[in-house]
């Protein structure tokens, strides 16, 4: 048996969605493939148990039905972290340990997903992850998202702690415009210290788009019309602030885009609605005027209105256009797909012994 613990530089990196790619291609090869999630970072009931919601959404994409106990031995609750900062902790270790021998028991391949950062995630009480992959035995792929650069140093710490138990480190998120960069100048110098990057993934919009009913409950927003549209989905937003002959300039060039914009703007709002927009929202708590509820209703637009200034809209907006989790079945398949083609699965093989 062989694991494969799956970390990367920091959290919201993609590592679920990496580790869900790998475990479906080895499935589709035969191999008897296991999950955990020794620290679990999202408290979640599972029955009358405490689990991890993340954990429990990768048991259900790869097929598995495991004790919530046993794939997170450890849930960072708020009273665990209580109990952390006043005492102590007690060793985790050896109850990670015991219940990883017990699920991959039976397995050919048993994936290990990591939480935040690998290096400093769980360091305050000793279940970081180079130390649990290390208790484990577990060879580790890190996942590397691109924003506005690379995690050079990190990955060349990575590499220093793990020795050849750093299998690989996977790119992800690449811009187009980087993606030159990232095969002539980054490969060959993690290569050159004697890390394999074993895929290039690139950029894909629809991996972070928001369905227009998630924005409403992230924003803490009421949808006002249009609900039977509420799966369009939202790649990005345009703030409406300015005049209107800039503002449809700016329109134009956007696709699967929300107009954010004062409840007040109605002439934004006709505007917006008119290039069919993927969501009107409304700021301030201020409610649209009937003619723009009726154009969208027969657009079929949802309008969000929410409590909040447009600059607090806009900054929650932008942390979840880059944070959504990945729990929706069409982006999942797309995205697993994008992982697959762009991992080199035979240098990885290669890599693991396989």
Known sequence: ?????????????????????????????????????????????????????????????????????????????????????????????????????????????????????????GKYCGVDGVTVSQAMGAKVILVDRYLQEYNYDYLAAAKEALGDDLVGVILNDVPEHFREEAETLITPFLKRRGVDVLGIVPHDPIMFAVRASDLAVGLGGRLVTAAPKTDKLVVNFLIGTMQIENFVTFFKRQKDVAILCGGDRSDLQLVALEGNCSALILTGNLYPNDMILAKAEDKGVPVIVVRDDTFSVAKKMELMLTREKLRDRSRIEHGTKIVQQAVNMALLKKNLGL
């Open 1 to 121: 048996m062989i694991g494969l613990y799956i970390g990367s530089t920091q959290g919201y990196s993609g590592k679920n969605l990496v580790t869900l790619a790998l475990g479906q291609h080895f499935q589709r090869e035969g191999q008897r493939i296991g999950y955990m999630k020794p620290i679990g970072a999202v408290p979640h009931k599972i029955g009358n148990q405490i689990g991890d919601e993340d954990a429990y959404f990768m048991q259900q994409a790869l097929g598995l039905s495991e004790d919530p106990s046993l794939v997170t031995p450890v849930v960072i609750t708020r009273d665990f972290r209580m109990r952390a900062f006043l005492e102590d902790c007690a060793n985790l270790l050896p109850g990670i340990v015991d219940s990883y021998k017990k699920l991959s028991a039976d397995k050919d391949l048993m994936l290990v997903g990591g939480s935040g950062s690998f290096l400093y995630s």
